[in-house]
C-alpha cells in the first residue's frame, strides 16, 4: 500500500530532525486511528519492528468501554497484548503536523504473530485476496461527506451539543460563493492530504447548510481504505486546529439531510482493464458485472450493519434525501440503493449508496467485495434495474430499519460466515447488540419533551 516515504527517506528526515514523531496506528472497530506517538529515531532504531497494545482495542465501543461478552478478550481473559506490526510501505508524512510522520499496522496475535481475524484491516485484506486469486484486483473510491460547524469540539460539548451552528446558513450543494468562505478550513484539508500522498480530487459543498463532500481518486481497495481513513481523522483535526468542528454523525438534526459515504467499485484484470466493461453487453455490462451487483444487492441486508453500524445511522434512509430506502439497481438514478455509473465508457462502476458517513471503509469494502465475489462464484442472476422514482417502487427490497433489524440479519447470515468465520460474525454481532442495550437505556431528549406534562 503506498505510502509517500520509503523507510530510508524516514531515516535521512529523522537524521536531518525534519522528522522528529511518527504515529505508529492501528485501525479500530470504529474505523478510527488508534496507537502510539515515538521518538522518530526510536521507531527508526527498533520500533519498527513491532510494538505492543492492549486488546481491548478491537473489543470497545465509541466511549472507549470495555464491553464484555466478546470471547476474542474480557476482564477473565485479563485483557492482554496485540502485536502492532508496522507495514513500512504505508509511511507518509502528515503535513498538517509539525515534524510529524505516519505508519499504519497490522494487528497480530500475540503469541501465533498470525493477524486477528477480526481486525477490520485483516478482514479487508482476506477478502483482497480471494478476489486476486481469480487474477482480479478490486478497484475501489469512497466518498467523504460531513459537516463544518461554526464553533470547536470542546465548545460544543461543553454545551451539551445545543445551539450548533453549521458553517453556513443554506444549502452549499455545488455553491462556490458560500464554499469560498470555507476556504480556510477546506484549502488545508485539499493540500494537505496531497501532500501526505492521498489523491484527493475535490471538494464540493453538499446538499445541506454547512455540508461538505471530499472525493478521492479511485485506487485498490487497501489503499483506498486507508486514504479514507485518514482524510477522516484529517478532517477533524485541521477543523479542530482552525477552531472549528466537524462531524461524520450520519444524521445530526432531524431537519437536515443526512450524511453518506457512498463506496464505488469495479474489477480490473492483470493487465489493468475493466473488467465490468462489455461492449456488446446491456448498458456495457459484462456478465461478471452482473454476476457481481446481483451478489451485491442479494446480501445487502446481510451486510448492512457494516454500512451502518449505529442507531443514528438509520435515521438517515428517508424518502426524498437521496439517501436510498429500497435495495435495488438502476442506470444513474440517485434514488436506488445500487446505481450504475459510466454507462458505456471504460469507467463503466457500480456505486453502493447505503453506506452512511459513519461507516468503517475496510468492514465496508471487505463486505461488498465478499457479496460480489459470493455473486461471481453462483453465476447470480441480475434483475433488470429500477426505474424512476425508487422510493415509491412498491414491490422492491426495503434496507433494514434499524440496528436491530441489521444485527439479525448479520448474525443469521451464513454467507458472511462463510466468508469471514463465525467468530468474527459473532464478534460485531455483539458489538452491533451492545449499540443496541446502550441506546435503550438512554433517555432521550425527545422522550423528556414530549412525555414530561402531558404523559
Same mark, same amino acid.
Not at 482480479?136 to 461554526?150: D, G, H, V, Y
Not at 453538499?206 to 478532517?235: F, R, W
Not at 439517501?323 to 453502493?352: H, Q, Y
Given at each position: 500500500?503506498?505510502? +509517500?516515504? =520509503?523507510?530510508? %527517506? &524516514?531515516?535521512?528526515?529523522? =537524521?536531518?530532525?525534519?522528522?522528529?514523531?511518527?504515529?505508529?496506528?492501528?485501525?479500530?472497530?470504529?474505523? @478510527?486511528?488508534?496507537?502510539?506517538?515515538?521518538?522518530?529515531?526510536?521507531?527508526?532504531?527498533?520500533?519498527?519492528?513491532?510494538?505492543?497494545? *492492549?486488546?481491548?482495542?478491537?473489543?470497545?465501543?465509541?466511549?472507549?468501554?470495555?464491553?464484555?461478552?466478546?470471547?476474542?478478550?474480557?476482564?477473565?481473559?485479563?485483557?492482554? !497484548?496485540?502485536?502492532?506490526?508496522?507495514?513500512?510501505?504505508?509511511?507518509? @508524512?502528515?503535513?498538517?503536523?509539525?515534524?510529524? %510522520?505516519?505508519?499504519? *499496522?497490522?494487528?497480530?496475535?500475540?503469541?501465533?504473530?498470525?493477524?486477528?481475524?477480526?481486525?477490520?484491516?485483516?478482514?479487508?485484506? =482476506?477478502?483482497?485476496?480471494?478476489?486476486?486469486?481469480?487474477?482480479?484486483?478490486?478497484?475501489?473510491?469512497?466518498?467523504?461527506?460531513?459537516?463544518?460547524?461554526? /464553533?470547536?469540539?470542546?465548545?460544543?460539548?461543553?454545551?451539551?451539543?445545543?445551539?450548533? $451552528?453549521?458553517?453556513?446558513?443554506?444549502?452549499?450543494?455545488?455553491?462556490?460563493?458560500?464554499?469560498?468562505?470555507?476556504?480556510?478550513?477546506?484549502?488545508?484539508?485539499?493540500?494537505?492530504?496531497?501532500?501526505?500522498?492521498?489523491?484527493?480530487?475535490?471538494?464540493? #459543498?453538499?446538499?445541506?447548510? #454547512?455540508?461538505?463532500?471530499?472525493?478521492?481518486?479511485?485506487?485498490?481497495?487497501?489503499?483506498?481504505? $486507508?486514504?479514507?481513513?485518514?482524510?477522516?481523522?484529517?478532517?477533524?483535526?485541521?477543523?479542530?486546529?482552525?477552531?472549528?468542528?466537524? =462531524?461524520?454523525?450520519?444524521?445530526?438534526?432531524?431537519?437536515?439531510?443526512?450524511?453518506?459515504?457512498?463506496?464505488?467499485?469495479?474489477?480490473?484484470?492483470?493487465?489493468? +482493464?475493466?473488467?465490468? *466493461?462489455?461492449? !456488446?453487453?446491456?448498458?456495457?455490462?459484462?456478465?461478471?458485472?452482473?454476476?457481481?451487483?446481483?451478489?451485491?444487492?442479494?446480501?445487502?441486508?446481510?451486510?448492512?450493519?457494516?454500512?451502518?453500524?449505529?442507531?443514528?445511522?438509520?435515521?438517515?434512509?428517508?424518502?426524498?434525501?437521496?439517501?436510498?430506502?429500497?435495495?435495488?439497481?438502476?442506470?444513474? +438514478? @440517485?434514488?436506488?440503493?445500487?446505481?450504475? *455509473?459510466?454507462?458505456?465508457?471504460?469507467?463503466?462502476?457500480?456505486?453502493?449508496?447505503?453506506?452512511?458517513?459513519?461507516? +468503517?471503509?475496510?468492514?465496508?469494502?471487505?463486505?461488498?467485495?465478499?457479496?460480489?465475489?459470493?455473486?461471481? $462464484?453462483?453465476? &447470480?442472476?441480475?434483475?433488470?434495474?429500477?426505474?424512476?422514482?425508487?422510493?415509491? %417502487?412498491? /414491490?422492491?427490497?426495503?434496507?433494514?430499519?434499524?440496528?436491530?433489524?441489521?444485527?439479525?440479519?448479520?448474525?443469521?447470515?451464513?454467507?458472511?460466515?462463510? %466468508?469471514?468465520?463465525?467468530?468474527?460474525?459473532?464478534?460485531?454481532? @455483539?458489538?452491533?447488540?451492545?449499540?443496541?442495550?446502550?441506546?435503550?437505556?438512554?433517555?432521550?431528549?425527545?422522550?423528556?419533551?414530549?412525555?414530561? $406534562?402531558?404523559?
Amino acid at each position: 500500500m503506498p505510502g +509517500n516515504l =520509503t523507510f530510508d %527517506a &524516514l531515516k535521512s528526515l529523522v =537524521t536531518s530532525g525534519e522528522i522528529d514523531t511518527v504515529l505508529v496506528c492501528i485501525v479500530d472497530m470504529q474505523g @478510527r486511528l488508534m496507537g502510539k506517538r515515538f521518538l522518530a529515531q526510536h521507531f527508526v532504531d527498533s520500533a519498527y519492528e513491532e510494538t505492543h497494545c *492492549c486488546n481491548y482495542l478491537l473489543a470497545t465501543d465509541l466511549e472507549m468501554y470495555t464491553v464484555e461478552g466478546y470471547a476474542a478478550t474480557s476482564w477473565s481473559g485479563g485483557y492482554g !497484548d496485540y502485536v502492532m506490526k508496522p507495514d513500512l510501505s504505508t509511511i507518509r @508524512r502528515i503535513p498538517w503536523l509539525e515534524g510529524t %510522520a505516519m505508519v499504519v *499496522c497490522d494487528v497480530l496475535d500475540h503469541h501465533t504473530h498470525k493477524e486477528v481475524p477480526h481486525s477490520p484491516r485483516a478482514m479487508l485484506k =482476506t477478502q483482497v485476496a480471494r478476489m486476486n486469486a481469480l487474477g482480479l484486483t478490486p478497484i475501489m473510491a469512497t466518498e467523504l461527506e460531513f459537516f463544518l460547524f461554526e /464553533k470547536s469540539f470542546d465548545e460544543l460539548r461543553k454545551s451539551g451539543y445545543r445551539d450548533m $451552528e453549521p458553517i453556513s446558513g443554506y444549502n452549499e450543494d455545488y455553491h462556490i460563493l458560500q464554499t469560498t468562505k470555507e476556504e480556510d478550513v477546506m484549502r488545508p484539508i485539499r493540500n494537505g492530504l496531497y501532500a501526505a500522498g492521498i489523491p484527493v480530487e475535490n471538494t464540493k #459543498g453538499e446538499a445541506e447548510a #454547512g455540508q461538505e463532500e471530499l472525493n478521492i481518486k479511485y485506487a485498490p481497495a487497501l489503499d483506498t481504505a $486507508e486514504y479514507h481513513t485518514i482524510s477522516k481523522h484529517a478532517v477533524k483535526e485541521i477543523a479542530w486546529a482552525k477552531g472549528r468542528s466537524a =462531524t461524520f454523525l450520519p444524521k445530526w438534526a432531524s431537519d437536515k439531510v443526512g450524511s453518506s459515504s457512498h463506496v464505488h467499485q469495479s474489477l480490473f484484470d492483470k493487465d489493468g +482493464n475493466n473488467v465490468f *466493461c462489455d461492449p !456488446d453487453g446491456e448498458y456495457g455490462m459484462s456478465a461478471l458485472m452482473q454476476h457481481y451487483l446481483a451478489g451485491l444487492i442479494k446480501y445487502a441486508p446481510d451486510y448492512t450493519y457494516f454500512l451502518a453500524p449505529y442507531i443514528n445511522s438509520y435515521k438517515r434512509f428517508q424518502k426524498g434525501t437521496f439517501a436510498p430506502t429500497k435495495m435495488v439497481w438502476s442506470v444513474d +438514478n @440517485r434514488t436506488a440503493g445500487f446505481r450504475l *455509473c459510466g454507462e458505456g465508457t471504460k469507467a463503466l462502476r457500480i456505486e453502493c449508496r447505503i453506506g452512511g458517513s459513519d461507516l +468503517n471503509p475496510y468492514l465496508a469494502l471487505a463486505v461488498q467485495i465478499a457479496a460480489g465475489l459470493k455473486g461471481i $462464484e453462483d453465476e &447470480l442472476p441480475l434483475d433488470k434495474p429500477t426505474s424512476g422514482d425508487v422510493y415509491e %417502487a412498491k /414491490k422492491a427490497k426495503e434496507i433494514p430499519h434499524t440496528l436491530r433489524d441489521a444485527r439479525e440479519t448479520l448474525r443469521r447470515s451464513k454467507f458472511l460466515r462463510e %466468508a469471514f468465520s463465525d467468530a468474527v460474525i459473532d464478534h460485531y454481532a @455483539r458489538a452491533a447488540e451492545w449499540e443496541i442495550e446502550e441506546f435503550d437505556r438512554a433517555v432521550t431528549d425527545y422522550e423528556i419533551a414530549r412525555g414530561f $406534562e402531558r404523559a
